[in-house]
């Protein structure tokens, strides 16, 4: 194989670990419900939660925007048992501002319903799971209760999350030596 093609092949193969190392760092904020905001799901579309899960696959890392009148209604997380029988005391974590933000930050499983009375018994209620690998979550119906309860739960409220500027670093670094060496084979006589 001539020098030139192992260039175009160092070059081609950069290409490929950048593309990788973009994709596993990035992170997406889901608006539970898209157009829908949260609240009780109308009789037009009494499953606007199972529907919307459906459509997405959560990551470690992604999260999801719950927007709602914070005068009228509000977002908890509760235990498994809390999800299935719509106990809607002592939840894990509670958010009333109207443009609540849960980061999924551990692989696991979060059960979010209203705080407000009555509105889980409609339905207004959301149940994900994080595999324990961190890759892919799936979010589940509200219909489906839980069997067991988990050994732990997580909660962490904040701002979307952002890739952390250090591993940045550290891929590009990686990418760079790779590159590097893959050039130290070309004589420097050839061409670019």
């Keep these: 194989m001539g020098m030139r093609m192992k260039f175009i092949y160092a070059s081609e193969l950069l290409m490929v670990m950048q593309a990788i190392a973009l994709s596993l760092c990035s992170a997406y904020q889901y608006k539970v419900g898209d157009l829908d905001a949260w609240g009780i799901p109308t009789s037009a579309n009494p499953d606007v939660y199972t529907k919307w899960s459906k459509n997405y696959i959560f990551r470690v890392g992604d999260s999801l925007l719950f927007l709602y009148p914070p ?45 407000e009375a009555g509105h889980c018994q409609k339905a207004q ?28 739960y997580h909660n962490l409220f904040g701002s979307i999350p952002t890739p952390n500027a250090a591993s940045a670093l550290t891929i590009s670094s990686f990418l760079a030596s790779c590159l590097g060496l893959a050039l130290l084979d070309l004589p420097s006589s050839l061409p670019l």
């Design 125 to 152: 209620k959301l149940r994900i799971s994080i595999p324990g690998d961190g890759t892919i979550a799936f979010a589940y119906p509200p219909s489906y209760g839980p069997t067991a309860a988990p050994s732990g």
């Design 71 to 115: 005068s009228q209604d509000s977002v908890i997380q509760v235990t498994p048992q809390a999800y299935k029988e719509c106990h809607l005391k002592d939840p894990i974590l509670y958010m009333n501002d109207g443009n609540s933000v849960f980061n999924i930050s551990q692989p696991g499983e979060y059960y979010f319903t209203s705080g």
